[in-house]
């Protein structure tokens, strides 16, 4: 009680909190595999991109390895129906399933290149369903076709629906009277090459009607009896292509309607075939490319999902194990590429790959290569092609095993794969310097990551963990070592290679299984529950589910290494039975896997070799793991003990049975017990209830405020179990109060101060455990260190194990020195034993040296990895359970310090890790950075938290996972750098930073040529109050200076529109030009005369017409601080406004435009004449928005000065012809605004 209140009023430094910021910040990074529930896939081919939308609501554009671009929708809950990019301007348009259209942008933001959202559009209606959507090939429009059977033009200039619509009816009065029916909805939308003006409309009932949009009119009708699935065009634009629901596909002459030039092939008939949903058609030099997906046979490939490639005689039906969604080939890259002679017959048309979008993967085909072989994905790759079932990270990995993995892994996939480069190689990735030289991590020799993922088919597959991008580099397959339940060996070749070249010749069609994923495991005991590497020694120590621990060491030539390697070697099998010691013991659980005698994967040159297999008797689910490769000890727990075995000697060491003596039915097999009645049962949740409410906080008191609190306050009347330790426990948590998810401390890692009354925990009380449970015994962790654990003065190697009722039991082990390692065995005994009061599940056992620093990992002292522990002050051992986290002197086991967790805030602990924060310091400095270790855990409400060591005071607390997320959360694994990985979905893991310094994110842009986007476009305004509002926009080009003028006049504005006036403009939408190569002369009033000034900078003139009876003006000009459009197409910078008001004078209103402007911000000078009253008036400024306000009825005047009309009933603008002009005329008249193309004056007269 002392030391608490000493300690109740200390509150982190000034200083502290600066250290903190520096070293501590969550963050979400990138997402590593493939994306969930895809459903929609697009391709640039100019810029080289590919995008893929999925379910929910997510867009990933991709480029070349370590280019990806990310975009959310507002709605995640609909689907991404369709992607269409707009070719060579970094932008893109996608469809959902609400039938909304989205804007997107690759835009460069706060020095980040990030997917951004510009604008939407939608249709509403039932009949408005978008079912098609395609490009117009000037990229002006994009057509819409609906389930009504209409076809929408969106203009993606102004992102606005166009006024022409192609009306079904109309399009039907055309079409034969046999066939005049509904069609049904457009099923798809192709514009003929080399002739925009003509657009082939397919419907869903197999009617297609080529469309001239110049005419209007239907040029030609093609009829069929089958229902439409696609159309493609040929190249030359005199024959296309249709798919349809009977799995057949037709060729089709453009003038010939009346049938198809051949009869329609059902390539797999001439029984009733599945759908071709996508028929594409790549003509080349000598044989034409057919790709088709579908078409299967309904009787006995109805399950199958397939994509056909024909050309020539060559024809091979790609099989995948999930639905495909979307394909697209890739052609010849450009000639001045790099890839322009590689393979193929030099003809550019040619495709050079097929990519396929699959429900569950990404796979590439090389269409160049003479088998038409897979490429290696660099991303996107399939991480549950086999059910993960545990995720192990490895850091400070040796360059000579990364070397060994990496060549293991392109020996076993040579025959598999195609050598060639990836395809898709857009984008751009800037060059930096490496973060590790920048915030200090260069002390492991800049060795790199492993990321390892257990499956449920039992292998093990190998990531490179450094960058963006995860990669596969090698994959060890236990399941060859064993046979499946029915005694038939594991099949030799991979599901990449399927089937043989011989089978293929026999079969029809001519499968070929292609992609990784495989959700179906042949035997369940397979799966793959714990693993354990040692980077330094190459030593891999895999559990599984049937009890059986494999010990494999990395191999590659046998010279260099001295090891001698056998051409046969040999698995030894070695069984332990835990409890022999229990004669009534019976198991009833599965039986354990028989060895096979010779197995493929120990027979490579190189890779990971299996040398012994320990099998458990029994043979449950192995829980715990833990591998010291300098001793040449593995150590395994279940749910009925633990064993410790030799695996270099190939001989058992010890076995220790956890299993109550009274319970002998088996653990493990029984997780449901029965022993409680319901009697019973409802007892005791009735005493719950009471003494829930007796315990009740006052009314004025908020239950939740407790989650929110310092767990530091003085221990409870009621908490008299702490006895030793509890003041120790609280001066080491008052001084860093737990922040909620939620608060602003959370993210920022500084505590918030927090008043005497809030200091003091409300303590929850914790349901006692009972002493009988039935996986009580089960042991949930395993822990080799050298420590002081017999006496204070020397160090003993010891084994350290904490099973799920709180018990830990410490093994003294004793291991022979250098050359009588061989000739004398290890032996073990049980040393001590430990029982935490509150009987929690021991989940992590950690021994610290003097300065508080994990023990080193083994052998990373004799590699010089990691530098001798300390060993001047006494060690301790931190052992945490799912409550609490509490610290112990050793060799005396005395407690010095804990912290509630359950107790204090309701939550328990999921997982535990350590890792080094670093602080940043410049490149160039030699002095090591400042640096500490930290406690890192995870809680079963899906929260982060960082504890300093030794004294468990909280220095960040983030909401991370949905506590829903059970298995994002069970998934967890922490790295030694304060990352951690978690699985974000089934197929995708979701990478996280609590370090300030260590963050793994995307750096990479996409580079636009010049003008690749139309440029936005800035605006005058010019609006009387009463009857007249005229409005002028001006867009300028930087380069040769041209000013393009858009004028319209509109008629008196609304209500609304006064009061805006009167208070702060709003922003107005820009108006976007597509640049042109040459810029015409400004056209004004349909005239192009336009006189140029002697000066050096350009004098436009803008001749508005002559304004009379004018007697007030309010100007309000917007002056902008850059004078061109920023890069990638982002508007103007945020804009400054002066507004003046004063009597209209020929000065006044020069000074008025002329003094409200800084030097510094006039880049170039403009000259504009405003006739007013026959009076010119010259400005040499920018303006970008300028209103004029009149309280008179003003007259327009043509330049002639005959007098045009007077505004009092602008309603006479019907019929204006449309003349190619710059300007528009706009007539406002009560909210309703009428736009129509800005006539020559001549014919205003006529109308007048």
Known sequence: MLKFIRGKGQQPSAERQKVQRELFSFKKTIQHGFPNKPSSLAWDPTLRLMAIGTSSGVIKVLGKPGVEFYGQHQNNESAVTNIVFLPNQGRLVSLCADNSIHLWEINEINGT????????????????????CHLESSAEHLLLGTEGGNIYLLNLETFEMSDTIIYQDVVMQNVPEDYKKNPGAVEAIAEQPGNPDRILIGYNKGLMVLWNRKTPGADQTYISSQQL????????????????????????????????????????????????????????????????????????????????????????????????????????????????????????????????????ELVAIDLRSEDWLQIPLPYLAPLHGSAITCVHHVSNVPDALWVKIDAAGREKTQSTYSDRAWPIDGG???????????????????????????????????????????KLLYKFSSSELFTSEEGIEALDSPIANGTTQEDEEE???????????????????????????????????????????????VVSEPQGDGDIIPAEPEVKLITMNIVSDRDGFLWKGHDPLSLRKTASENCLPVGFRASAVLQLHPPAAVT???????????????????????????????????????????????????????????????????KGRSQRSPAGEKRGSATATSPGGPSDRKRKDLASGSGEMAAGDTAAPAASPTSPASTSGVPAPLSPAEARPIERQVEARPLEDSLGSMVRCLYFARSFIVSAQTTTPTLWAGTNNGTVFVFTITVPNGQKRMEEDVSCQLGKEIQLKHRAPVISITVVDGSAVPLPEPLEIEKGVAPQPDNSAPHKVLICSEEQFKMFSLPGLKPLGKLKLTAHEGARVRRVGHARFYAPHPAQTTSTPYSETCLLSLTNLGDLIILSLPDLRR????????????????????????????????????????????????????????????????QIIITPQDDIEVEVAVAVEEEKGEVLVEGVVAGEPSDESKQQESSAPSSESTVVREDESVVPKPTVNGCADVDEKKDSTLESQIELGMIKKITKVTTTTHLSK????????????????????????????????????????????????????????????????????????ATVINSSGETVGQEESPNRTEALPSRSVLNEISVVKRRLMVRAPLAIMEDLEEVV
């Not at 290149?113 to 098609?132: D, F, M, N, V």
């Not at 990551?449 to 990531?463: A, K, N």
């Not at 992609?515 to 035997?523: A, I, L, Q, V």
């Not at 715990?624 to 279940?638: D, F, K, N, R, Y």
Request: hydrophobic share 35%; glycine share 6%.
């Open 1122 to 1193: 850059d004078n061109g459009p920023k890069e990638n197409g982002g508007t103007l910078d945020d804009e400054e406004l002066l507004d003046m008001t004063g009597d209209i004078t020929v000065d006044s209103v020069k000074d008025h435009l002329i003094t409200s402007m800084n030097d510094d911000k006039i880049v170039e000078r403009k000259t504009e004449k405003f006739e007013i009253s026959s009076s010119k008036v010259e400005s040499s400024v920018i303006v970008k928005t300028t209103t004029i306000s009149s309280s008179e009825v």
């Open 229 to 360: 699935e696609s159309v493609c065009w040929h190249s030359s634009g005199k024959k296309f292509s249709s798919s349809h629901n009977d799995g057949s596909y037709a060729f089709w002459d453009v003038d010939v309607g009346d049938k198809p030039s051949e009869e329609p092939t059902t390539l797999y008939g001439p029984f009733s075939c599945k759908s071709v949903t996508k028929f594409l058609w790549k003509p080349t030099a000598k044989d034409d490319y057919m790709l088709f997906s579908g078409g299967m046979p309904r009787s006995s490939f109805s399950d199958r999902h397939t994509i056909s490639v024909l050309h020539g005689k060559k024809h091979v039906v790609f099989d995948f194990t999930s639905k495909v969604i979307d394909f697209f080939t890739i052609d010849a890259a450009p000639k001045d590429s790099e890839e322009s002679n590689e393979g193929g017959d030099g003809n550019p048309d040619a495709p050079e790959a097929l990519i396929v979008l699959a429900e569950e």
């Open 955 to 1018: 220095q960040l607390v983030s909401s991370c996972i949905r506590r829903e997320d059970i298995n994002g959360i069970s998934s967890l694994a922490f790295t030694r750098f304060a990352e951690a990985f978690y699985l974000h979905s089934s197929s995708e893991l979701q990478r996280v930073t609590l370090s300030a310094t260590k963050v793994t994110k995307t750096n990479c842009s996409l580079l636009l040529p010049e003008n690749a986007r139309p440029k936005r476009a800035s």
């Open 428 to 470: 751009h990735i800037q060059e930096e310097a490496k973060e590790a030289s920048e915030n200090g991590t260069t002390d492991v020799n800049g060795d790199k990551e492993l990321l390892l993922t257990g499956h449920e088919d039992g292998s093990i597959r190998f990531w490179d963990s450094n960058g963006i991008s995860l």
């Open 113 to 132: 290149t990030t997917l951004e959202e510009k604008k939407i559009q939608s249709l509403e209606g039932k009949l408005k369903k978008i079912s098609a």
């Open 624 to 690: 715990s793991l833990a591998l010291h490769s300098q001793w040449g000890v593995v150590a395994a727990g279940t749910a009925h003990g633990l064993a410790l075995f030799d695996y270099k000697k190939v001989k058992p060491i010890i076995t220790k049975c956890t299993l109550n003596p009274n319970d002998l039915s088996g653990a493990g097999d029984a997780p449901i017990s029965r022993r409680k009645s319901f009697k019973k049962s409802l007892r005791e949740s009735f005493r719950r209830l009471r």
């Open 507 to 553: 079969s029809w069609p001519p499968f070929r299984k292609v992609g990784t994923f495989d959700p179906y495991s042949d035997d369940p005991r397979l799966a793959i529950k714990k693993i354990s590497l040692c980077p330094q020694s190459g030593t891999l120590a895999i559990a599984g589910t049937a009890g059986h621990i494999i010990i494999a060491k």
